[in-house]
């Protein structure tokens, strides 16, 4: 399996790959090979910044002599006018970089300040905002690190790091019990050490999801009101995820019925970037 920074590196290759091709011929047939120049990354819009190590990465991998000066780093919050960083050197190079690191910078900052905003709601709180597997295809990783950066956890990376048993995979198993036992036994039969957790669609599977031991229990377009009392049923025994059309606004009675996480796919899958541009300086 490839490693995360293997990961990114193919992803910003890809990204040259589709917008350069076999040259940027506006750039080399308007800007002199020897041409040097300055440009800063402009914040438009208040939120929270993400992305500026990635954007290190893209300037290092296109041109190493690329000279890069940051003011601001991921995670903090950014108001209009601020500069987040200058970077230096070949103008071909600037030019051709620019639009790569501002697609990535604006998507993962606009992933970051969401996850801020819903994490803010439950400010007081023990549970914690989660991210989903809805994230744009080959960015996940940049997706999924822009949600840490927002204050928020990821739950897992994909599907290799966690056994997460879904209503698709209880029924085809044949209930629970059969999915939970057959999923222990893949583990101890391939030594792997990965937690179970359980997605529940009523109290009967609750039950039948504790008794047999897993990890997490995930309750599935519960109701606040019966979120509440599928928490007094668990009473500690295991950690609760609410998961299903869960928004900004009903975010909170969910964490106000004591649940430890709560996924919310919006953090991904539909969010608005953060408005930005990279200008000569």
Same mark, same amino acid.
């Given at each position: ?9 193919? /992803? ?11 040259? *940027? ?11 040097? $120049? ?20 893209? #300037? ?8 890069? +000066? ?10 209009? $006018? ?15 970089? =620019? ?21 803010? %709601? ?20 940049? =997706? ?5 950066? $927002? ?9 290799? *790091? ?12 044949? $209930?629970? +019990? ?20 359980? =997605? ?31 928490? %007094?049923?668990?009473?500690? %025994? ?9 928004? /900004? ?11 430890? #996480? ?5 953090? +991904? ?8 541009? #990279?200008?000569?300086?």
């Amino acid at each position: 399996m490839k490693t995360r920074e293997e990961l990114i590196d193919n /992803l910003i290759d890809l990204a040259f790959a589709e917008d350069i091709g076999d040259g *940027d011929h506006t750039t080399l047939s308007t800007i002199p090979a020897s041409a040097k $120049g300055r440009q800063h990354l402009l914040i438009k819009e208040p939120g929270i910044l993400a992305g500026v190590e990635i954007a290190r990465r893209v #300037f290092q991998k296109f041109d190493p002599e690329l000279k890069m +000066t940051v003011f601001i780093n991921d995670g903090e919050k950014v108001k209009p $006018g601020d500069i987040a960083f200058v970077v230096e050197g070949s103008v071909r190079s600037l030019l051709q970089t =620019e639009r790569t690191m501002l697609n990535i910078m604006q998507r993962m900052s606009g992933i970051a300040t969401t996850t801020d905003r819903y994490q803010s %709601k439950l400010q007081g709180l023990k549970a914690k905002v989660l991210d989903t597997r809805k994230t744009t295809p080959g960015m996940r990783l940049l =997706e999924k690190e822009a949600v840490h950066i $927002g204050g928020g956890e990821n739950h897992r990376i994909g599907l290799f *790091d966690m056994i997460l048993i879904k209503d698709n995979h209880v029924d085809f198993a044949g $209930g629970i +019990t059969n999915a939970v036992n057959a999923a222990k036994e893949y583990c101890k039969a391939s030594g792997r050490d990965l937690k179970i957790e359980v =997605e529940v669609r009523n109290n009967d599977e609750l039950r039948e999801a504790l008794d047999n031991n897993v990890d997490r229990i995930m309750l599935d377009n519960y109701t606040p009101e019966a979120t509440k009392e599928a928490v %007094k049923i668990v009473n500690g %025994k295991t950690e609760i995820e609410s998961s299903g059309g869960i928004t /900004l606004d009903t975010l909170r009675a969910y964490g106000e019925a004591g649940v430890d #996480f709560i996924s919310v796919g919006a953090l +991904t899958h539909s969010v608005k970037g953060l408005d930005m541009s #990279f200008k000569a300086c």
